[in-house]
Each structure stands twice: as structure tokens, then as C-alpha cells.
């Protein structure tokens, strides 16, 4: 191969100067037999093909050079990750974020105008625990030792397959399912079934998705069930239900379906009835002195009795109004010293019932720590009118007379100023969440914010100090308020960041503890919108926890770089 002469490099000089303007010039004008001459055509064509050989050569080497190259790159990459600092946390905090992140796996199947779905069509990102074992062999190693991750399956069934039902297509659907259930192994299950379709097969022959939870119901510990066609008796001639701590059913008939199925479960923890028929006169019948949550729709005469058969009860949940309210003879109110939690439902019960059905002015719970208004479905349809039970809210909270350390609402419809007024009354309170509503009703306006700031007063709050000095944690979700100023927000965040009074917890009345978490959820705003809270990146980089995600009108959630 000719070198380069001026150098003596390995750049390859060609034996054949490209001259192209020479070559047309002569294809132009030369013509007749003096113009051919074969033996310069053929020396030159010679040299050419002699060239391209040695092209072809250049080539092949420098693809082998580049291919080299390529794999160094990747080779350097793979090497440097050995300085990663994920590489150094212990397989043991590893898998404690495993059990963190991983909460349910939940297999859908829809109803659709195809035929049954295949696996392919379910989206991964429902499986928490497929997801994180499918990122390295580290990761898989650690998921695949830890059969809790893979324990907790929800089924939501929406189809009806009276007439397309195929056995070789639900085999294909709950391949996985049995592959969760075979991962798991012999770990406590956490099983939510929630079965929407019309009957359908052979009489007395359940429905097949239930049929692959049945085989391991001995290891079942928390129970979901919500299901149109059969009710929770349709398992009891299975077998019973050794280490089931905690049950939910969305419908049940207490004499049909309650009654026997309580002595298949002697070690039953929470108890959640959310539609049962008539509770009253029959709660004596059970013995729960291991029951610590219960959760129903309370009659008058009955809330007490739980009281009184639940020795170790300290959460209960209830709906916002009783159970024939108006029924003759005297209200008993229900007492307990023991009720540290309380979860009281709203929604459409209460958008047509008026104040004097309100649970609230019968109650008296001063040991109580935690209080969670929530909506009584979830998505439910905002309410028409603002919320009827303030004053008898205000009511249970003054005859109380709690420490309340944590408080939520769910879409409540309520003034900013009633807001501000409860706070008022809640200074030991610690945690705070607000669910926002609808952009006409909701009460995240800016005259809130301003009273949450640290040492301003405010026109719904004139005296000097913040209503809630205690504060620690602040999440706004999914805020909607038209009134609503990002400055004011930054501004009430910041006065609030007190890192000196991180370990100082309520050493004075007229100071306000260092927040240290702070979330906020937008409906209808885009990133772009975002900026306002950029400046709170020192104070997050200093150790608080903070949170902004914006939720865009398509429909897509973006989150902010504050976690």
C-alpha cells in the first residue's frame, strides 16, 4: 500500500489522480481512431481496480477499528458503574425499597368488542413487581427472594364472557396470575377481587378468576371483595380462613352472609361493611375482642354496642349520617375513650340530608388522634352545594376536646374561611392534607394559603402567629382553585423552613415548627407553569421534602425533579 511521502504516515495515497474535468473535457472533444487509446485505457482502469482493492481493505480495517472502538465505549460504561453510588446500598435496604414501591400488581380484563385480552395487551406498569424485576439480574435476584412483593394481587374483572368464553384464551390471562401466585409462595397474601360480569358456565361452577385465588385462600391475610354475582358464602364451603386479618366486603347480607362467615375467620383484625342491610340488633351476636379497625354504616342503637363487644377497638369509620336518624325515642351518643382514628365518609349521602342527620354532634372521642374526611366513592361527582355539616362538625370537635395530630379532607365543599375556622381549632395538628374539589368550590383559595404562613396574620385570621404552629407535613392535592397564587405559596413554604427548630418541636406557643414535607398536586396546569416553584430548590436541597406535580389537560402527569 503506497504511504504518504510527505509524512510516511499509513494515510493511503491512490495510484489514480480523479480528475474529472480532464475526463469530459476529453470525452467532449477527442474523436475518431486517433482518440482511442486502449493500452492507457487499460493502464489506467488497472490502477483503478488495483485502488478499490486496497479501499476495500482500508475499509474493512477501519469498521473493525470503529467496531473495536464501540466496544471499548461500552466496555468503559459497564466499567464506571463499579463507581456507582447505588452499588454501594446493601441488598437488605435494597429490598426495603422493593416493599416501599411495590403496593399491588393489578391484573385488568376489560370488556371489549375483541375477544378476551391477551397478557400482551395489560400495561406493566400496573405490576410494580414485574417492572422492578425485569431491570437488572441485581434487582431480579433480590425480587425474586421476596415473595411479599409478589403477594399482593388485585383482579378487576369487566367482562362477560357468556358467550365468547374460551378456556385456551383465560389460560393465556392468568398465566401470570399463577406466576405471581407461584413467586409469592407460602407468604400471606394481600387479595383484592373485585369481579363485575354476569354469571356464566355451569351452575355452581365460580368464575375462573376466582378459581386461582381459591387454591391458595389458607394464606389469604387482607381481603378485598367486591363482586356482583357472588357473595363472600359462595367460598365458605371451600375452606376457612386461618390467617385472614383484615376484611372488606362492598355488599353483604349480615344474617346470609356475615354470620357464617365470621367463624371461619378467628383471628380477623379490621372489619370494613361499606352497603349491608339492617345492623341493628345483631352486632351482640359477635364476639371481635381482637377487632382494633371496624368500619360501617352505623345505626343509632348499634355504634355503642361495638363499642361495648370491641374492647380492643381504636379506629373506626363511619358515614357522615345515621341510619334511620329519625327513629323514635332519644339519641344515645356514643362514647369511647379508646377511638384513636376516625374516618368518616361523605358524598352523596349527605348531599341530600340535612344537618340534623349528622353522626357528628353525638359523638365524643378525646383520645382521638387522627381525623380523615373522605369521600364516600372514589371519583365521585363533585357535590352541588357547600358542605351542610359544619356546625355540627365544630360541634364533635369542641365537646371532644382531642390533641388532634393529623387531618384530611377529601373533596369537601367548604368555604375557605370554615377551613381556616377548623384549623383555628386544631393547634396540636401536625399533619394536614386537602383533596381539592371543583375550581367553584374549592377552598385552597390565596386568603388560605395566607393564613397558613408562618407569622402573618390575615383577615380571616387577625391575631399575630400561624393557626396550625405545629405544622410538619402539607400536601394539596389535586388543587383546581381559580384563586390560587403560586408566590403565595413559595412565600407561606419559606416562612415555615426553620432548620434550627427541625429537632424542636413545639417549645412555644408563639412559634411554628420547621415544615418538613410539603406536596402539591395541579389539575390543568402544565409544566411550564412551574417555575414559580423552582425557588424553593434551596430549601429542598437543605432537607425538606418537596413535592409538585403537575397534571396536564391531555391527561399526562408530569412530575417536578423535588423528590
Known amino acids: 500500500m503506497p504511504l504518504c511521502s510527505s509524512c510516511g504516515s499509513n494515510t493511503y495515497v491512490p495510484r489514480v489522480a480523479v480528475d474529472f474535468l480532464g475526463l469530459h473535457d476529453r470525452l467532449r472533444t477527442l474523436s475518431g481512431p486517433a482518440s482511442v487509446q486502449p493500452d492507457e485505457v487499460a493502464s489506467v482502469l488497472q490502477n483503478i481496480q488495483r485502488d478499490l482493492e486496497d479501499y476495500e481493505v482500508e475499509i474493512c480495517r477501519l469498521e473493525c477499528l470503529r467496531q473495536e472502538k464501540e466496544r471499548l465505549e461500552q466496555y468503559a460504561t459497564q466499567f464506571q458503574s463499579l463507581l456507582s453510588p447505588f452499588r454501594k446500598v446493601p441488598d437488605e435496604i435494597l429490598q426495603c425499597i422493593f416493599d416501599d414501591c411495590c403496593d399491588m400488581n393489578i391484573f385488568r380484563v376489560v370488556d371489549s368488542k375483541r375477544r378476551l385480552p391477551m397478557h400482551s395487551s395489560q400495561a406493566l406498569r400496573s405490576k410494580p413487581a414485574m417492572v422492578i424485576s425485569s431491570v437488572c439480574s441485581r ?12 403477594s399482593r394481587i388485585s383482579l378487576e374483572w369487566r367482562m362477560n364472557a357468556t358467550r365468547d368464553y374460551c378456556e385456551d384464551e383465560h389460560a393465556q390471562v392468568f398465566f401470570p396470575i399463577s406466576n405471581f401466585l407461584d413467586r409469592s409462595q407460602e407468604y400471606p397474601m394481600t387479595v383484592n377481587l373485585d369481579i363485575q360480569t354476569d354469571s356464566f358456565l355451569k351452575p355452581g361452577v365460580l368464575h375462573p378468576s376466582l378459581e386461582q385465588f381459591l387454591g391458595h385462600i389458607v394464606r389469604w391475610q387482607d381481603l378485598s371483595f367486591n363482586c356482583a354475582v357472588y357473595s363472600i358464602k359462595d367460598l365458605l364451603d371451600r375452606i376457612s380462613f386461618p390467617v385472614l386479618r383484615k376484611l372488606y366486603l362492598s355488599t353483604c347480607m349480615i344474617e346470609e352472609d356475615l354470620i357464617p362467615f365470621i367463624d371461619t375467620v378467628p383471628n380477623l383484625r379490621s372489619l370494613s361493611l361499606v352497603n349491608h342491610d339492617d345492623f341493628s340488633g345483631r352486632f351482640t351476636s359477635f364476639n371481635f375482642k381482637l377487632l382494633s379497625h371496624l368500619d360501617l354504616a352505623p345505626n343509632q342503637a348499634d355504634i355503642q354496642d361495638s363499642f361495648d363487644q370491641c374492647p380492643n377497638l381504636f379506629s373506626l369509620g363511619i358515614t357522615e349520617s345515621w341510619q334511620d336518624s329519625r327513629a323514635e325515642g332519644p339519641m344515645k351518643g356514643p362514647y369511647s375513650s379508646r377511638i384513636e382514628i376516625l374516618t368518616v365518609r361523605h358524598g352523596c349521602c349527605w348531599s341530600v340530608s340535612d344537618a340534623s342527620d349528622s353522626v357528628f354532634p353525638l359523638l365524643s372521642f378525646p383520645s382521638l388522634k387522627a381525623l380523615h374526611l373522605e369521600n364516600s366513592e372514589s371519583g365521585g361527582w363533585p357535590i352541588k352545594k357547600y358542605w351542610n355539616n359544619f356546625k355540627p362538625f365544630m360541634m364533635f370537635v369542641k365537646q371532644s376536646s382531642f390533641q ?38 374549592s377552598p385552597l383559595s390565596s386568603c388560605f394559603i395566607e393564613n397558613l404562613h408562618g407569622y402573618h396574620s390575615s383577615s380571616l385570621h387577625p391575631q399575630t402567629g400561624s393557626i396550625i404552629p ?6 394539596l392535592l389535586n388543587v383546581a382553585a381559580k384563586t390560587f397564587s403560586d408566590l403565595s405559596v413559595v412565600e407561606m413554604v419559606q416562612s415555615r423552613w426553620i432548620p434550627t427548630r427541625r429537632h424542636a418541636v413545639g417549645t412555644s406557643a408563639l412559634e411554628v415548627d420547621c415544615l418538613r414535607e410539603f406536596t402539591l ?35 399526562e402527569e408530569e412530575e417536578e425533579e423535588k423528590d
Open 139 to 150: 434487582w431480579r435476584r433480590n425480587a425474586l427472594s421476596m415473595p411479599a412483593i409478589w
Open 404 to 441: 388532634l395530630t393529623t387531618f384530611s379532607i377529601q373533596q369537601l365543599s367548604i368555604s375557605d374561611a370554615n377551613l381556616v375556622y377548623i384549623l383555628v381549632h386544631l393547634p396540636t395538628l401536625q399533619n394536614l392534607t386537602v383533596d381539592d374539589i371543583s375550581p367553584d368550590r
Open 470 to 475: 405545629r405544622l410538619q407535613s402539607l400536601r
Open 521 to 555: 398536586t395541579f389539575l390543568n396546569r402544565s409544566e411550564a407553569e412551574a417555575g414559580a416553584y423552582r425557588s424553593l430548590d434551596p430549601i429542598e436541597r437543605n432537607g425538606m421534602r418537596i413535592v409538585v406535580r403537575m397534571l396536564k389537560k391531555e391527561g
